[in-house]
């Protein structure tokens, strides 16, 4: 009889449990004796939000734990590209969400906003687990209150799961070790690092400083040679390791430095085969974080038009307090916004030698085989070795 039961067909409103998740909104003013229509708008609004973040968190674990994995084909490449479009769009709509809420007026919150007692957005477990997944440094948090974020959730397992949450290596961390195996950084014959300093230097005398040579006019010659030094210090800070060192200390970089140039080589030479993917996954990622900082204002002017600069219902400064969330601070891959302070024209960008183009390449020639040239095309794992190990996979370690 039980096996009969549970083999049962499930209808849509059992399968989506609909009986369960639409009693979930319970109006604090209805409970208090006199309902407010707009606090269901609200609950349902941020209950929405939450099962959003839980796919978020879905999307992001399955990507962690495929950077984690000792290998990575195209295959599962695809997969990584394809969740990570997901989150972005889930973010767009949460995002745009706060359209409807915005619907309601400063008045008609104020008609239920007392009942939300000390409830406060501050306190949704899903959001900080997300920032600590994604790789927000735990020293870059603003305090709440003048405390520990952490302070606010003490239960036994919301603790737990933040503590692993920090613990475990995040994605920002898996991102760095993968760009670290980039190919071309270390190879034999092409060591992409030493060709790229050529082509800066290269750049810069030939765009910058001969004109300032050449030039007759005083003010003219004063302003090439200013502008001259401020791009050969900025370019200095990613090419001397010490002074890129020197910025991490200071919390303004975050990617090693072998992983900058790792990041640095795949927007350089993006439109290569084997580059294509990479490149989509580093775009994905600055989407997401440019879609958190979007999620983050809105929130903020929201709040702003809602409540203005009264005390947030969790206790904080409210408007003030979510606004000193919207910096770089909060940002989890800066670095590879900064990517395009570095870029240089196509001209002078350093040419792939053959067997870094045949690296790079997912096609084969028959003549190149029987030639006896050493076929890497399927290797995407740097080497400064004379000799590579044919491999389908994607910087593999």
């Known amino acids: 009889m039980e096996e009969d039961k549970a083999a049962a067909p499930k209808n849509y409103q059992e ?93 008609d919150f104020l008609e239920f906003r007392q009942h939300l007692s000390t409830a406060s957005g501050f306190q949704s477990l899903q959001f900080r687990l997300i920032e600590n997944k994604l790789g927000v440094k735990q020293e870059n948090r603003v305090k709440y209150n003048q405390q520990h974020y952490m302070k606010v959730f003490s239960d036994e397992e919301s603790v737990k799961m933040l503590m692993e949450s920090v613990e475990q290596p995040s994605l920002l961390l898996l991102l760095e070790k993968w760009l670290e195996r980039t190919p071309g950084l270390q190879r034999h014959d092409f060591r992409f690092w030493q060709a790229f300093e050529l082509a800066v230097g290269r750049w810069l005398d030939e765009t910058i400083y001969q004109p300032y040579i050449e030039e007759t006019d005083p003010k003219i010659k004063e302003t090439l040679m200013a502008e001259y030094q401020k791009q050969k210090d900025s370019f200095d800070t990613i090419l001397d390791p010490i002074k890129y060192n020197t910025f991490i200390e200071r919390g303004e970089r975050r990617l090693s430095h072998k992983a900058f140039q790792g990041a640095l080589l795949i927007s350089l030479y993006r439109d290569e085969p084997r580059f294509h993917q990479p490149f989509q996954v580093l775009t994905l990622l600055m989407d997401i974080d440019s879609l958190m900082t979007k999620w983050r204002y809105n929130h903020v002017m929201m709040v702003q038009r809602m409540i203005g600069s009264k005390v947030g219902t969790g206790g904080s400064s409210g408007y003030h307090y979510l606004r000193s969330t919207i910096s770089d601070r909060y940002k989890v891959f800066l670095d590879l916004f900064n990517l395009s302070t570095y870029v240089i024209p196509r001209e002078y960008i350093p040419p792939l030698t053959m067997s870094m183009k045949r690296t790079l390449s997912t096609l084969f020639t028959e003549a190149e085989s029987e030639s006896g040239i050493e076929d890497q095309s399927s290797s995407l794992e740097s080497s400064d070795q004379s000799t590579e190990e044919a491999s389908n996979a994607m910087f593999t370690t």
């Open 15 to 107: 399968y989506l449990m609909l009986q369960r998740l639409l009693k979930c909104q319970v109006l604090q003013s209805a409970e208090a004796g006199k309902a407010v229509h707009d606090e269901h708008l609200f609950i349902i609004t941020h209950q929405a939000y939450e099962l959003w973040f839980k796919q978020m968190l879905f999307e992001i674990d399955s990507v962690r734990d495929t950077f984690a994995s000792p290998s990575m084909n195209e295959s599962r490449m695809l997969n990584v590209i394809n969740r990570l479009q997901r989150v972005s769009l889930i973010l767009k709509l949460l995002v745009d969400q706060f359209v409807i809420l915005e619907t309601m007026t400063p008045l």
